[in-house]
């Protein structure tokens, strides 16, 4: 019920191409869904993030896809490039409890190769 | 300093030892946040402290006892540790309540337990 699913575990993809990393959850109480991104030797940075009531949102090359009804969403990196390589997580937070509570998937290590 | 700064970066530790891991964040944020990073698995959140008091507690063994002096800081004390507790320990910290899912991470602590 608490787990977000996040696939593919890793992804290689050529410079110019379009990264896509899924995620899927379980429970309705979730009302956020951040994207986390993290470089080797850093903490994850916080990239975009989208509430459930709005089916896109785009920020410069990175857009989440949101599907409520099957409790799906998605990353798409358009024109991906080599310093994009890092390892993305999504995440669920409980909002409106006000906890800060992140439940984060198990992270897609993406390799862009020039 | 700026964001978030963890000490050590990296500590190597037997299991009788005791060691403390600490956390300072300079966003003037009210909320912080104790994760573990395991290979292969999704970042587990430990503990949660909202405007230095403790909201939340995932199941961590009493061998991780946290404490929060003030809003900037936060120490996790180490005690009798074992050999699976090695692991990348990641330091956040956010705005409680209003987009307590934007989390601001430090570069984390490398602990082995041996």
């Known amino acids: 019920q608490q787990q977000v699913k996040q696939s593919p575990q890793s992804l290689i993809v050529q410079k110019g191409g379009i990264s896509i990393i899924n995620c899927a959850y379980e429970n309705t109480a979730f009302d956020y869904f951040p994207w986390y991104q993290q470089f080797p030797g850093k903490g994850p940075a916080l990239l975009i993030a989208i509430r459930p009531d709005v089916s896109e949102k785009k920020e410069g090359r990175f857009t989440i896809s949101f599907n409520k009804s099957a409790k799906q969403f998605s990353l798409h990196i358009m024109d991906s490039q080599p310093g994009d390589s890092a390892t993305y997580f999504c995440a669920a937070s409980q909002g409106s409890s006000n906890t800060g509570k992140l439940i984060f998937g198990q992270g897609t290590t993406l390799q862009v190769k020039p | ?114």
């Open chain 2, 1 to 114: 300093e700026t964001g978030v700064t963890q000490t050590p970066r990296h500590l190597v530790m037997g299991m009788t030892n005791k060691k403390s891991l600490k956390c300072e964040q300079h966003l003037g944020h009210n909320a912080m946040y104790w994760y573990k990073q395991s290979a292969k698995k999704p970042l587990e959140l430990m503990f949660v402290y909202n405007f230095k008091e403790q909201t939340e507690n995932n199941s961590v063994p009493s061998r991780f006892s946290p404490e929060c002096p003030n809003s900037s800081h936060l120490f996790l004390h180490l005690h009798t540790l074992q050999p699976e507790d090695s692991a990348l320990y990641l330091c956040a910290s956010s705005q409680a309540r209003i987009r307590a899912y934007e989390q601001y991470f430090g570069p984390g602590t490398r602990l082995t337990v041996t």
